[in-house]
């Protein structure tokens, strides 16, 4: 699959690379050869951009060997973590080096960083960019923990005036803050009540203050896990008007609807929240026609106690959905119901998140690029044990349910990942090739 459509070819691998896409029947100089099965298709391996490994500092709740041993499984080769949930966050150089640090041992697929942007770190944004991010997260909200503090409406213009001077990427967790103080607090384990707690309000003028900050400062943004299909004709309008933006949603906001959420499964909770069934059609219309540029995991994991399932209290248990390893069937499973094609996945999951990223020679089987495939049998079908997943906890609500599109097999740098071999990935730094 490769050029945007799926075609039969031979692909010639050298030092890493794809060094050449010819017709199937074509004759190759090679070293080794490997034909797929009937039943199995190539792909580019996926680059997720939107992941909390949480490492160093909270490798309780996962870490960058069972995190990157996920993606691998699931036909992921490349990762960008968050600045939160590790411990320091990654707002300052140091940071960012004692996480490179931390990974550099365990990384069984390749691994980017984002800085954050908090309180009172404008000063070392430029320094970070300097660094190799690939830009700065922010919240506008509480983040879930203290140490990764949210910006206001000032904080908010002045780190985006400094980031637009060098030309760097902000990427928004969009809820705005006092939408959520006036809402009806969750209480318990009625998951109505957690949904009335995150209106769509909250996240429809948070995307609204966003847009209108970047056309102020001529910031380039993104906008996290889309969730409220209400904002994406304030996203289309914006881009129409020459606003730099851009935006993802995930696999649970696709797969998932608040009607059919028992009370009590806080398994499911995540911020913003899964919304109904109409609104998650109106996010694959959103995908349909561009208005939403791709789709990532925001793996957010955590302990199971954490999750409060004795009490499924909502109101209490972390927020966050483990997923890195199934997104790729998740979408496809449901991607295919609605009439899409393998090519688009490839362009939601790979070809896009590596755009966005700058990650220039990722996410497409073209010459030049890394040889980072993956091997999916687009047909078969399995059911979701979260106790056999690569994830560090096993809690997820994807457990039991079937999904279609098995990965057989992913390669790293035209090599297949071992997980029992020691660990091959790079880490990558913004703008390299």
């Known amino acids: 699959m490769r050029g945007g459509g799926e075609q039969a070819a031979a692909i010639g691998v050298r030092d890493g690379r794809i060094a050449v896409v010819s017709p199937y029947d074509a004759e190759l100089d090679a070293a080794a050869d490997l034909r797929l099965a009937d039943d199995e298709v190539l792909l580019p391996g996926l680059v997720d951009s939107h992941v909390h490994v949480n490492d160093p500092g909270r490798t309780d709740w996962e870490g960058f060997t069972s995190a990157t041993k996920a993606a691998a499984a699931g036909g992921v080769t490349t990762i960008v973590d968050m600045p939160l949930n590790s411990i320091p966050p990654t707002c300052d150089v140091p940071a960012l080096t004692l996480k490179r640090k931390t990974a550099e041992t365990q990384a069984y697929v390749d691994v980017g960083f984002w800085g954050g942007a908090i309180p009172g770190n404008v000063p070392d944004l430029r320094p970070l960019h300097e660094a190799g991010v690939f830009g700065y997260k922010c919240f506008l909200l509480h983040s879930g923990v203290d140490e990764f503090p949210p910006l206001d409406a000032d904080q908010l213009a002045a780190a985006m005036r400094e980031i637009a001077s060098f030309d760097g990427l902000l990427i928004v967790h969009a809820e705005d803050a ?9 209480d318990g384990a009625s998951y109505r009540a957690f949904l009335n707690s995150r209106p769509r ?233």
């Open 178 to 186: 006092h939408r959520i103080d006036e809402a009806t607090q969750p």
């Open 201 to 433: 309000t909250a996240e429809n003028e948070a995307v609204q203050h966003v847009v209108d900050l970047a056309r102020e400062t001529g910031c380039r943004v993104h906008i996290l896990h889309v969730s409220s299909a209400e904002v994406l004709p304030l996203l289309a309008k914006a881009r129409a008007d020459g606003v730099r933006i851009s935006a993802e949603t995930c696999p649970h906001y696709l797969s998932f609807d608040a009607e059919d959420i028992p009370d009590g499964a806080t398994q499911y909770k995540c911020c913003p929240p899964i919304r109904e069934a109409a609104n998650r059609e109106l996010l694959w219309d959103g995908l349909r026609d561009g208005t939403i540029d791709q789709i990532v995991s925001d793996h957010s994991p955590s302990t199971i106690d954490l999750k409060h399932l004795e009490t499924g209290d909502f109101g209490t248990a972390w927020g966050g959905i483990a997923s890195l390893q199934l997104g790729l069937s998740a979408i496809w499973t449901e991607a295919r119901r609605r009439g899409f094609t393998l090519p688009d996945v490839v362009r939601w999951m790979a070809e896009a998140p590596a755009d966005q990223t700058g990650l220039r020679t990722k996410g497409r089987i073209e010459v030049g690029y890394d040889a980072d495939l993956c091997v999916l049998a687009p047909d078969e079908t399995f059911t979701v044990d979260a106790r056999q997943l690569q994830h560090k906890n096993a809690i997820t609500p994807y457990d039991g349910r079937t999904l279609t599109g098995v990965v057989r097999s992913t390669w790293l740098h035209g090599v297949p990942v071992d997980l029992a071999a020691d660990p091959r990935g790079r880490l990558l730094t913004r703008g390299e090739r």
